[in-house]
């Protein structure tokens, strides 16, 4: 734990790692609230911001084995919208593995900053995942459905939107039904900024001019969507993750086919469904992650070597390298 010292002096969020159920690390770090000089807790609640799209799939995956949804079935099908020049008969399962092809309302291929989408734009309209829709409805299509492997935030806008079509509510009420509250995970949620329930952590960013620190109320959705952007704990993510992989949220064949490699891409980035897939000698390690201004975070889960390690940080430190070099029996 010592040569770990240094490193994380300057890290602003909470650290966990677990291990066949038990703790070997856990620890909170720097203020959920810098002007009042709050600490962050093990119990703050954190945006996660593309994480979100894990409990979308999950979701999505659910109404599939009630039979109220199929993976076959399109766009053109289940939404009650023009869809202009997007192809109607991209598939649900198209959206969830990410070889849709449809406009991506924020390509990270070729934009650089979340924050950018709001100059024409303003966040403070995004409360809906239909809110979203001018951002990407008008564009063509980016390449036709299933050629390839592109992560794509608009289709897990449009699968938030095919979830509010089929049961009436919106999909973070239907979310709250089947994850958080069967899952027990209470400090979950996706909350509008500018109400934020207690216990939630401020997101910073540094402004090199002014050499100081500002709130990212003006750069990321005023509430999350389809495409990300929920609340949750250190210890709600370790309920999500024990509920999923215990078979209580879908049937352990439904499980298992969203942890398979279901899309991969030429930078062997491989993908199931909602979920990221690191391969290691002879199996993948399921993870989940999300970057906002502000906002990032990582979680993965290990079931060979029943590893449980979430980073997640209110100042936009890099806990992608953080994880990378971190190694679990160092803090034993």
């Not at 770990?4 to 038990?22: A, H, M, N, V």
């Not at 939107?161 to 009436?168: A, M, P, V």
């Not at 973070?172 to 909350?191: Q, R």
């Not at 969507?225 to 993510?237: E, K, L």
Request: some cysteine; proline content about 3%; aromatic content about 14%.
């Amino acid at each position: 734990m010592n040569q770990w010292k240094e490193t994380l002096k300057d890290f602003q969020g909470c650290i966990s790692i677990k291990r066949k159920g038990g703790t070997v690390f856990e620890q909170a770090f720097g203020y959920s609230d810098l002007s009042n000089q709050i600490s962050n807790t093990l119990d703050t609640r954190f945006g996660t911001a593309s994480a979100g799209k894990v409990f979308v799939a999950v979701g999505i995956l659910k109404l599939i084995e009630e039979g109220r949804l199929n993976f076959e079935d399109t766009m053109g099908e289940l939404l009650d919208f023009e869809l202009n020049h997007i192809d109607p008969l991209v598939t649900v399962e198209q959206l969830l593995n990410h070889t849709s092809g449809i406009p991506d309302y924020y390509d990270e291929s070729i934009m650089e900053e979340y924050s950018d989408l709001w100059g024409d734009y303003p966040n403070y309209k995004i409360r809906t995942s239909r809110d979203l829709l001018p951002l990407f409805i008008n564009k063509p299509m980016m390449y036709e459905r299933g050629e390839k492997f592109q992560y794509n935030n608009s289709g897990y806008v449009m699968l938030g939107l095919i979830i509010e079509s089929i049961t009436k509510v919106p999909f973070d009420s239907y979310l709250a039904d089947v994850i958080f509250k069967p899952g027990n995970m209470e400090h979950t949620g996706y909350y509008e900024l500018d109400r934020l329930p207690a216990g939630c952590a401020n997101a910073y960013l540094y402004d090199q001019v002014k050499e100081e620190y500002y709130t990212n109320i003006y750069s990321v959705d005023v509430k999350g969507t389809g495409a990300g952007g929920a609340y949750t704990t250190i210890g709600d993510i370790e309920l999500f993750w024990n509920s999923l992989l215990g078979y209580k949220l879908l049937s352990e064949e439904m499980t298992n086919k969203m942890f398979r490699l279901q899309s991969t891409n030429f930078e062997n980035e491989h993908y199931g469904y909602g979920i990221w897939l690191k391969k290691m000698e002879g199996y993948y390690v399921p993870y989940i992650e999300g970057c906002d201004p502000g906002v990032s975070f990582i979680s993965s889960y290990d079931r060979e070597e029943e590893v449980l390690i979430t980073l997640v940080s209110n100042f936009g430190n890099n806990v992608w390298k953080l994880k990378r070099e971190l190694k679990w029996q160092d803090f034993i």
